[in-house]
Structures are given as structure tokens and as C-alpha cells.
Nanobody, 130 residues
Framework: QLQLVQSGGGLVQPGGSLRLSCAASGFTFDHYAIGWFRQAPGKEREGVSYVNMIDGSTYYADSVKGRFTISRDNAKNTVYLQMNSLKPEDTAVYYC???????????????????????WGKGTLVTVSS
């Protein structure tokens, strides 16, 4: 079965850190871009960061630049999102998704409504609250 398995998330105080993981099952990441998206209550799903698994290039939304770091472990077929200096406005359900690199780049850079990603994780809740 082809799927993305997410782990991590939870409740953290403002200023704290969390790490999310996204592992592929049944396929390899080699030819995809892996993106992290989030959706807060009452808001549209938005792109947070992505990594192009072909060339390793990365991209961050302005809202998380300097605080979040995306990384990959090709041997483990896993992508991570390290989230530091978390803010209450980071509270959302976070999803990872695999898609064509060109399409993924377009989604993020144009801030388009999210569509066309091939595989999705089930989502994990991140709550930033004191």
C-alpha cells in the first residue's frame, strides 16, 4: 500500500520546539518533492516548506523562515520538519505530501490553493499554547 506515515506533533508552549516526521511506505521519495502543509481551523490549507528530493533544494513560507527547517534522510525514505520558536499562530494540523517537483514548487511560490499532490499523510495536530 502506497502511503505517507506521519509522526510527531503535540502540545508545546510558545517558544518551544517540535519535530515532525514523514516516511514513505510502498514507494520511494527519489523523484518527488515532499511538502509540509498546514491547516488551521477555518482557514485554507497552506504550504509551509518543501524539499526537492532530486536536487535537495528547499523552500520556506515567509511565516516560518528562520524558525523551521526541512531535512531528508534518503536511506530511511523520511523527511523531517524541525519547528523551533513556535508561536500560537503555528497551531494547525500539519500534513506531508509527495508531488511532482515542478508542480510542488509552483504551488508554494504562487501560494495557489493546494491540489495535485500524489500522496498525503493523515495529518498531525500541533498546538502551541501556554
Amino acid at each position: 500500500q502506497l502511503q505517507l506515515v506521519q509522526s510527531g506533533g503535540g502540545l508545546v508552549q510558545p517558544g518551544g520546539s517540535l519535530r515532525l516526521s514523514c516516511a514513505a511506505s510502498g514507494f520511494t521519495f527519489d523523484h518527488y518533492a515532499i511538502g509540509w502543509f498546514r491547516q488551521a481551523p477555518g482557514k485554507e490549507r497552506e504550504g509551509v516548506s518543501y524539499v526537492n528530493m532530486i536536487d535537495g533544494s528547499t523552500y520556506y513560507a515567509d511565516s516560518v523562515k528562520g524558525r523551521f527547517t526541512i531535512s531528508r534522510d534518503n536511506a530511511k525514505n523520511t523527511v523531517y520538519l524541525q519547528m523551533n520558536s513556535l508561536k500560537p499562530e503555528d497551531t494547525a494540523v500539519y500534513y506531508c505530501a509527495a508531488g511532482p517537483p515542478g508542480h510542488t514548487s509552483l504551488l508554494f511560490r504562487t501560494k495557489s490553493p493546494v491540489y495535485g499532490m500524489n500522496y498525503w499523510g493523515k495529518g498531525t495536530l500541533v498546538t502551541v499554547s501556554s
